[in-house]
Structures are given as C-alpha cells and as structure tokens.
C-alpha cells in the first residue's frame, strides 16, 4: 500500500525539483467511509495520489513547516484489539514498537474506547506512527510551531494531546460535553474545542494541560476558526443557523451573523476579511464580509459540507455530504467552477505548499 503510495508520489517530488522556483500548493482530502486520503494539486484540480488504509479518517491536521499530517479514525475498536491493530506479517515486536505507540499505564481514562490517530510523513505519505488514543476521533489539530497535535473524542468529552516530538500520546484532557473541533492559538500556547454538548468553547492551557476557562457559544457550537491576528474566535453554531463571533480578551460574544438553516463548514478568506460558510441545511454558500456585517449568498448543492480556503489559489474548496465531490469555487462570485470526485465523503481538508 505504502510502495504505492511512494511510486505516486516520487515523480513528483522529481518534476518538483526540475520545474524551479514555483512550488505546487497540495491539497489533502480525507474521503471518510472511503478509508483514504486523496491528494490534489490546487492548481490544477487534477489527483496526484492518495494515501490508503486510514479506516474512516475524517480529522486531518497540517501546518506549513511540520513534516506530518495527524488522521484521526472515527471508527473505535474494543481495548483488546488495539495492540495488534497495526502489526503486519513478518514485522517484528521491535519493529512494531518503533511504529505503534501505546500510552502508558493510567494516561486514558478507565474504560474508554480505543481509536488509532495515524502520524503521516507529509512528503511522502508514508506511516511514521500509529497511537493509540481514547475513543473515535472527530476532528485534529496541529500546533503552528509543530510542537503538538490534539485530537477530539465527541464520545468521550475530551481530547488527547500528542507530543510530535516524542510522537506519543501526552495527556488526555477533560472538555465539555461532545467536543468536535478543535484549533490552536497563534503561539500553540492554547487550545480552543467546541463543545457541542453544552454549547461552550473550551480554552485549554497546553502547558498545564487543563481547561482554563469555558466560553459561552450559543445552542451547540461545532466548526471554530481563529482570526489571523489570533485575538477574534469564530464559531458556528449549526442547528441555530448563526456564527458567532467571540472576543478573546473578554470571552464574550460581540456580534452574531444571522445565516440561516443548517450550518457546517467555515474558513476565512487569505486577508482574513471574509468569513466563508457552508450552508448544507439550504444549500448555500454565504460569504460574511465581517468589517461591515454584510453577506453575499449563492446556490450550492446538494449538502455542502467541510470547507476550505486555498492558499495562494484564490479558491475555495467545498466538498458535499450527500454526493462524492468537492467543489472548486471562486470566492469572488461563490460559483462552482469545477468538481473534483472523491470516495466518501471529503472531510476537514488540509492545504501545505
């Protein structure tokens, strides 16, 4: 699977190399029931590859300069099953030790679940490190400096901290109820998850591993994003149709954006002036241009989902929960201007040049 995945990818690693100063924007898909990760040159639209047997992975995480990718699996195994889960044929104890990480005795909470969060070499696709965490994961996140990664276990109210470092599993940490997504302060200093249980916002102190204060987030907030200067916090509150925006400094809720239906997907434009959100409820993609409050709305469906914002493309990509494919749309006019099929379903989309 691996060799595949390798065969795919070195000639373009190659022509990479050959075709100068330019460098190609990637675009990682992760297709859910799909069980893969498809790869697409932003450019282009066109596959370059796809990464495989990552069992219903719907948490992706990158960052520009971190040489891995985080996928969560949303499938949970029984406790017993865990330790044998990534041990091929012919590979030895050590060998699977080096590759598979379990935490130490007392690290997860009593009883819980089992998932693995596979640790991807961004480069290459290859598996650098399997960990063991406690129950089904929803969504990642990777620290901007690459220092950690946390991962959201909605049946668990909580979420595992990773050390990339050490690549092991650091500290599991009690949220809210139902925490879904999750992402990192500027500094990698916070982490801010949804709870969508109790309609709060967790801040969790990495350093100290604990929750520092919980901030009100309307009905039951679900995707989250952080302005760029770092001090707004954006979170969709799905079912009441709104985004809220939060002031970090005080925790309060400053303005609220009336969309409309069912809410799911959320990115900021590149400048950070333009809140994108994806309306599955009443098929509609809504740009919120949050200096003056205004919105822009078009047509798109059916269902769309997860969405993200393509750096240096001057796209957006939209993928949909009902049919297999991710749109590519122009934020200026919130057209589709092409389709991209996938397997599955598209999930939270990472960018890396």
């Known amino acids: ?12 690693a190659l022509l990479a190399g050959l075709t100068g100063a330019a460098q190609a924007v990637t675009v990682f898909i992760p297709e859910g029931s799909g069980n893969e990760i498809l790869r697409v040159d932003a450019a282009t639209g066109e596959v370059i590859g796809r990464i495989e047997g990552l069992e219903a992975v719907h948490g992706l995480a990158g960052a520009t300069g971190v040489p891995y990718l985080i996928a969560g699996s949303y499938a949970e195994i029984a406790v017993d099953e865990a330790a044998s889960v990534s041990k091929p044929e012919g590979v030895t104890e050590d060998e699977h030790a080096e590759h598979h990480a379990k935490p130490v005795a007392g690290a997860m909470p009593k009883d819980a679940g ?24 929803h969504h990642t996140a990777v620290s901007p ?9 909605p049946s668990g109210d909580g979420i595992s901290l990773i050390d ?12 809210g109820s139902m925490p879904n997504y999750a992402v990192f302060s500027r500094d990698g200093g916070a982490i801010y998850v949804s709870n969508t249980g109790n309609g709060t916002v967790s801040e969790i102190d990495v350093a100290n591993g604990i929750v520092r204060r919980n901030l009100l987030a309307g009905e ?45 997907g959320m990115d900021l434009s590149e400048d950070g002036a333009t809140l994108f959100v994806s309306g599955k409820g009443e098929n509609k993609l ?40 991710v749109w590519v749309v122009d934020p200026a006019t919130l057209a589709a201007t092409a389709e991209i099929p996938v397997e599955g379903e598209g999930h939270q989309m990472v960018v890396l040049p």
Request: hydrophobic share 40%; glycine share 10%; charged share 20%.
């Open 286 to 325: 809504v740009a919120i241009e949050l200096g003056s409050g205004s919105m822009r709305t078009a047509p798109l469906g059916p269902a769309p989902y997860h969405l993200t914002t393509i750096s240096g493309t001057g796209k957006i990509y939209v993928s949909s929960r009902d049919e297999p494919k």
């Open 145 to 153: 400096e690459g220092r950690f990664s946390a991962a959201t276990h």
């Open 1 to 12: 699977m691996l060799n595949t995945v390798r065969r795919t990818l070195a000639p373009l």
């Open 164 to 175: 990339l470092e050490t690549l092991s599993f650091k500290a599991f940490i009690p949220t």
């Open 220 to 264: 039951a907030p679900e995707h989250i994003v952080l302005s760029r200067d770092g001090a707004t916090l954006y979170a969709v509150d799905a079912d009441a149709g709104k985004v809220h925006e939060i002031a970090l400094s005080s925790g309060a809720i400053v303005r609220s954006f009336e969309v409309g239906g069912e809410l799911h």
């Open 114 to 137: 089992r998932s693995i969060l596979t640790v991807l070499d961004a480069a290459s696709g290859s598996v650098v490190r399997r960990i063991e965490v406690p129950g089904a994961v």
